[in-house]
Every structure is written in C-alpha cells, then in structure tokens.
C-alpha cells in the first residue's frame, strides 16, 4: 500500500474560536489539510507554538515553509492559493478594490471596534479618543456596514469572495453575541452566506472537534 502525500497546509486551531472562519475558507478552496487544535492557555503558549505564531493565538497556517497569521491575511493567502476557486477579483479590477477595502475593514476597525464594544470600553470614550481611534466611533463602524451590505447578495461583485466570507462571519458572530444589532440588512447578507455547504460543513466539523474541548469560550 502506497503512503499517502502528507497534507502541505497544517491548519492551527481551536474550534471555539475565530479559527472557524478560516475552516470555512479551508473547505470553500477544497483544501487537503491537517488540523492541530490547540487548548487555550499554555498550549498556546508553548515554546513550540510561539515558534509559529509570537502572540500565541489561532488561527495559523502552514504552508511548507510559509507561516500565516491573522485571520483576513490567511483568508486572502488561500485565495491566491486556489485560484481556480475564483474567492478574489482579478488583480486591478473594481471588485479587487472593494475586496481589499472589506477584507482590511474587518481585520482593522470592525475587529477592533466589536472586541471595545463588548469589553465596556467605549463606555467613556471621549471625541479626542474617537478622533484617534482607527475605527472612531462604533456606530459609525455598524452604519459603514449596513452601507456596505445593502441590498447585496455579495460585496464586492457578482461573486462569492473571501471578503464575504470574512464579512458574513464577523455579523453572523457578532449578532449572535448581541455586538451587532440584528439589522435587516445584516440578515439578509450574512445568513444565506452562513447556508453555503462549506460553512454547513466546516460548522459540524468544528462542533464535532468541540466536544474534545474544555477550555473556556474565547
Ligand atoms: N488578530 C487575530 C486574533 C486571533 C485571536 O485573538 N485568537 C483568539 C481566539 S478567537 C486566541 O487565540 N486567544 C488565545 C489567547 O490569546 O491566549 C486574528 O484575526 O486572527
């Protein structure tokens, strides 16, 4: 019996974490790849793992010798590694600027808008803080979404892209932990995205691995 090619994309992993939208995107390209969950806490934290990823956090990706972090960075990495999933516009087209548009509008104001919204830190947040802030003031971050989504089966085009993903995930997420008002709009664009079969499946296969957890929800 022949061995079998060893998977040359080692996914790092937790499935109750933002790691989830990278297996959607895994599963959208037909990825062959190698999950290594990893605890919370000091498996994170291990000298082999920091090797990988400095901050101690998933998602990660391997790719022979090509290390990813960031969940909007691998996101777009493995677009341009499954080509023929066609999940980027073409390079200097339009769809290609509102995809890069999007895909760093969630990796910069949206993420870091949501996690002060839902930490208590824009309790107090003051018009010079708001002025500094990259993302502002938090309602502006949701009306620049609501704007974005509107009327859209996809954001940037006629075709799904792994900034919808990255989008859908992030509203979908957000909603459900009540950071993001369940605005029409948002329905409407997030939940038939979250119905496409690789997130379906990446979805079960995540809660399956679930079970083996016990750390607590990131
Ligand atoms: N900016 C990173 C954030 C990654 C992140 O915060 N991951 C959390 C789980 S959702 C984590 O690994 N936390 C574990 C820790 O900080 O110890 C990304 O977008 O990928």
Redesign the pocket.
């Known amino acids: 019996m022949s061995t079998p090619h060893p998977p040359k994309l080692r996914f790092f992993s ?1 499935p109750r ?2 790691a989830r939208m990278v297996r959607w995107m895994l599963e959208e390209c037909g990825a062959d790849y190698e999950t290594v969950n990893l605890e ?1 806490g000091p498996e ?2 291990s000298p082999e793992y920091l090797a990988i990823n400095p901050m ?4 990660a990706l391997q790719h022979d010798d090509a290390v990813i ?4 960075a691998i996101l777009a990495y493995l677009a341009e590694l499954f080509p023929d999933k066609q999940l980027a516009p073409a390079m200097g087209s339009p769809e290609r600027a509102s995809y890069l548009r999007w895909l760093f509008f969630v ?1 910069g104001p949206v ?1 870091a808008s949501t996690t002060a919204q839902k930490s208590g830190w824009l309790k107090s947040q003051t018009p010079q803080q708001a002025l500094s802030a990259g993302f502002g003031h938090f309602d502006d971050v949701v009306r620049t979404l609501q704007h974005a989504v509107r009327g859209k089966r996809y954001v940037c085009g006629e075709h799904f892209t792994a900034a919808d993903l990255y989008l859908a995930s992030y509203i979908g997420w957000s909603m459900m932990d009540g950071t993001l008002p369940k605005l029409p709009e948002f329905e409407a664009y997030a939940m038939p995205l979250l119905q496409r079969a690789a997130a379906v499946r990446a979805d079960e296969i995540d809660s399956d691995m679930q079970a083996a957890f016990t750390a607590p929800v ?1």
Do not use: D, H, I, Q
């Open positions: 937790n974490s933002r919370f994170m934290k101690g956090k998933v998602p972090t960031e969940t909007g990796a993420e990131a």
